[in-house]
């Protein structure tokens, strides 16, 4: 847990909300989300509208669009969390792929340039793609060869969310001088979410038989988190009970209405607004650093930028 500094020890507290992990089954289904591990040969669409029909929720979106031929994480939300989906796509992203060399070429040599690509690389996305066919940065955090074989090299990437690994293998070949294309691709994490932590599409149905016919509701509660995970990755700011209606209306978090602050938190960042009982209530650019906030007596300490709590979860007290 990131060191947390406190302005207020005894901040007013009042009678309203609700922990996520107090929430009923019904309430995770109107602002979940579901780490579902995509199967090769529907669209992201087609699976995520499989997820609603087995969920019966009338509002569902995903985070970070696979190919039809690609399997593995694909963050899914229901409701009122689709909205906070952006958060996802922002974050890095770990594939496994197969790639294909044309011609033959030495271990070594492949080795060799596979490892020149970590770092800061230029891509343009591929001829099939969503977005504007333009030069592009992205960071290689990591590149790891795990096999070779003839001309098949399996590999592991860590990378920035945007990064086309298709692309990727096409750049590796022309270094390489022989050529080279993807064959199979799987991606093993999004953000924090991994495959360790996914679920099929049969476990999702096979939990959600379970709860309606039996009560049972313990297998989905795995299945469908609370939309706070999506906000993880990011440093915090617990706001003070008295300030969170103000918030839920859009205006910006006064340094008054801090409860406490992750240490690490420096100008321009972008944080989390948190209740005191640990439940979402939007994003903001942070105004001061963690230390300013805590001894700040005014001022503006967040600038709010999209709000994801409905306002009268609180009560309004400004």
């Known amino acids: ?104 070429k030495s271990e070594e040599a492949i080795r060799k340039v596979m490892a020149t690509f970590v770092g800061r690389i230029y891509q343009t996305p591929p001829v099939r793609s969503a977005v504007k066919r333009q030069l592009r940065v992205r960071t290689i955090h990591e590149l790891e060869v795990l096999e070779i074989s003839g001309r098949d090299v399996l590999f592991r990437v860590d990378c920035d969310a945007g990064t086309y690994i298709r692309t990727l293998c096409v750049d590796i070949g022309d270094a390489l001088a022989v050529g080279a294309s993807m064959e199979d691709l799987r991606r093993t994490r999004s953000g924090n979410m991994t495959e360790d932590d ?32 999506l906000f993880e990755p990011l440093p915090k700011i617990i706001v003070k009970d008295s300030a969170v209606d103000a918030v839920c209306h859009g205006a910006d978090l006064a340094a008054v209405g801090v409860h406490k602050v992750d240490a690490s938190i420096e100008r321009d960042m972008l944080v989390a607004f948190m209740t005191a009982k640990g439940e979402a209530i939007g994003v903001g650019t942070a105004r001061m650093s963690a230390a300013d906030m805590v001894s700040a007596k005014e001022g503006v300490a967040v600038s709010t930028d999209r709000v994801f709590m409905p306002a009268g979860t609180y009560p309004k007290m400004w």
């Open 198 to 229: 996914a679920f099929t599409l049969q476990d999702i149905k096979d939990a959600y038989v379970g709860w309606k016919e039996d009560g049972n509701d313990a297998w989905l509660r795995r299945i469908v988190q609370p939309f706070e995970v």
């Open 1 to 104: 847990m990131a060191e947390m500094l406190v302005r207020d020890r005894s901040p007013l507290t009042v009678d309203a909300g609700k922990r996520p992990s107090e929430r009923t089954m019904e309430e995770l289904l109107e602002a979940g989300v579901i780490n579902l591990d995509k199967p090769m040969g529907p669209t992201s669409h087609q699976a995520t509208a499989w997820v609603r029909d087995i969920l019966q929720v009338e509002k569902i979106g995903h985070g970070g669009t696979l190919d039809p031929k690609v399997s593995g994480v694909l963050p899914v939300a229901t409701g009122r969390a689709v909205r906070s989906l952006n958060l996802t796509l922002k974050a890095d992203k770990e594939y496994i792929c197969l790639m294909r060399l044309h011609r033959d």
